[in-house]
């Protein structure tokens, strides 16, 4: 019997859920919801309208929830907790414990199980964080983003007079990571530990001056950072820049007495952000839909999942092969 | 309170265990247990004979078990979660499933909590492979190890005549870790994807050609092997080659559809062997301990411990602070 899924939402993480639920052959897309009408799912899956969620009721095991943090998430993950179950990969972090408590309130007075923030940051960096500083208490941890293409930022020089469209990448700075991983332990934040690098095509006649200045000068997207300015033409920019590859890598360097240092490092080269976001996704379905199974009630997240409960593999087969 | 725990055997690794609790406030080591007699520990912790084992019934909530995989542990682990909850590192892979059940039998007969197999690999790479794979089921996974010193290498360099003192370093193929870090798919096995560096010192008059011969014909050890020999003096041993570091990389290599890559990497660059996998067992005597206090009975690996029970932090701590 296959776990059946859910998703709401269809932009580009709910394809790249789409995209990896084909690989899962415990698992099986029943529907998709969405606001837009009139929209062809790839897979050929039917689309519903939001209002019609509810028919879905003990016919769906676990919903993905695809949309926005900034704006959908908040709202729709309490909402939807109410009558499934469900995951998100709420990512503004200052606000998981607000969203978390709305959740779990409603999760657990209907019964239902929801896990929060799961995907790769928050998600998997937020895993290997936990793993890497209980076993090395004393030490000290980086995390960098990149190279990898920032929308937000993309987005914020798109908007500058005479730019006809803009890719921006979060570029970690390797010496650094070179200085970690050779037992240095340096102080870094988001400042000093990454470059940005933009790529803008201008329109004819506009002063690329001003534009990379108007760039450089943009506070809360540029200000404090070391950024790059590349003009090129749109075919280049169609051509070499129109992915949405991300990563980064998680650090912890920690001694176990003094002169006795351990450093440990996980890192990730994503092709594609929101395929990668919904592949981890769609694991962690697996073991919400396992925990729901064993009665678990409420919010949770992925650091209240054991691994084991992410693998279509059983127990035995995980020990004999994989342990 | 603190959880208590108790040592038993007392070589490089229980000393590492013992060296990790102190960086840990919620953990006290209480007893060490040795066969040999009229030893003292490090920290000044009293060590007991084997036979005063039980004496200690009911006053440890941990045993951490520091034997030789070849040797004790398959004996030791059932014997002593007879009587407490305890936890080894195992690393015989091929017997993992048969001692699996030896344990489970005698924890679960008993009302005791376990875990075998649980350091670095067996352990935290065993975890990344399990994460990777139930990410991006469809894929290649790498586990390479090095660069670091293997005991038994060594032990068999210095049972050659003529060979004083010797050090093996076993060390991954950097050129096959950045092919596959730029999305190739090599076909590995531990033969190719490894070298065998061998730091050897001779007797006086001895047939260097010879000992040279001795160690690249040994079958089991270096025959298929890429392997160097370099003879040193005992100075040179004594100076460059005294610890015991080690280290290496989980890789899973997958796509999520055809032309869309994604590389995780999880790696370790540890001064000591011991000391780190020491750091292990303890983070997990505390998983284990909140495992047993919720009613976990039998054998369990780290397949089967949520990550959140590892760290010393409240589940509200790791959700503001680290997802």
Same mark, same amino acid.
């Given at each position: ?19 990896? #639920? ?28 939001? %209002?019609?969620?509810? @028919? ?5 095991? +676990?919903?993905?929830? &695809? ?9 729709? /993950? ?9 995951? %998100?990969?709420? %990512? ?10 709305? +959740? ?6 209907? $019964?239902? @199980?929801?896990?929060?923030? &799961?995907?790769?940051?928050? $998600?998997?960096? !937020? ?13 000290? !941890? ?18 500058? *007079? ?24 340096? /102080? ?9 690098? &933009? ?7 506009? *002063? ?29 920019? %169609? ?14 360097? $920690?001694?176990?007495?003094? $002169? @006795? ?39 949770? @997240? ?20 994989? #342990?």
């Amino acid at each position: 019997m296959s776990i059946k899924i859910g998703i709401v939402g269809y932009g580009n993480l709910a394809r790249g859920v789409e995209t990896s #639920l084909h690989l899962q052959k415990d698992m099986e897309l029943v529907a998709i919801f969405s606001r837009r009408s009139g929209i062809t799912s790839v897979s050929g899956v039917p689309v519903y309208g939001m %209002d019609e969620l509810l @028919t879905f009721k003990g016919k769906i095991d +676990v919903m993905i929830l &695809c949309g926005g943090s900034a704006t959908d998430l908040m709202e729709q /993950t309490p909402m939807v907790a109410k009558h499934f179950n469900c995951i %998100d990969s709420f %990512d503004t972090h200052a606000k998981i414990p607000e969203h978390f408590a709305n +959740v779990d309130k409603v999760a657990k007075a209907n $019964g239902h @199980t929801a896990i929060i923030s &799961c995907g790769w940051d928050p $998600g998997m960096f !937020s895993l290997n964080r936990v793993y890497a500083e209980s076993i090395l208490p004393q030490g000290t !941890s980086y995390t960098f983003w990149g190279r990898g293409v920032s929308q937000g930022h993309s987005d914020a020089i798109r908007r500058i *007079d005479g730019v006809l469209d803009a890719r921006q990448y979060t570029c970690p700075k390797e010496n650094l990571l070179d200085e970690i991983r050779h037992g240095q332990t340096p /102080t870094v934040d988001a400042y000093t530990g990454h470059t940005r690098e &933009c790529y803008v095509v201008a329109s004819d006649g506009a *002063d690329k001056q001003k534009i990379e200045q108007s760039i450089k000068t943009m506070k809360n997207y540029f200000v404090g950072y070391e950024t790059t300015v590349h003009f090129i033409s749109q075919e280049e920019l %169609d051509t070499h820049h129109k992915g949405i590859p991300h990563g980064g890598f998680v650090l912890r360097s $920690g001694e176990t007495k003094k $002169g @006795t240092r351990h450093v440990i490092e996980y890192s990730l080269t994503l092709d594609s952000n929101p395929e990668f976001t919904g592949a981890v996704l769609v694991a962690y379905s697996r073991g919400l839909y396992r925990l729901a199974n064993h009665g678990g009630k409420g919010a949770y @997240t992925v650091f209240d999942i054991a691994p084991a409960w992410l693998s279509p593999h059983s127990a035995e087969e995980l020990r004999a092969h994989s #342990l």
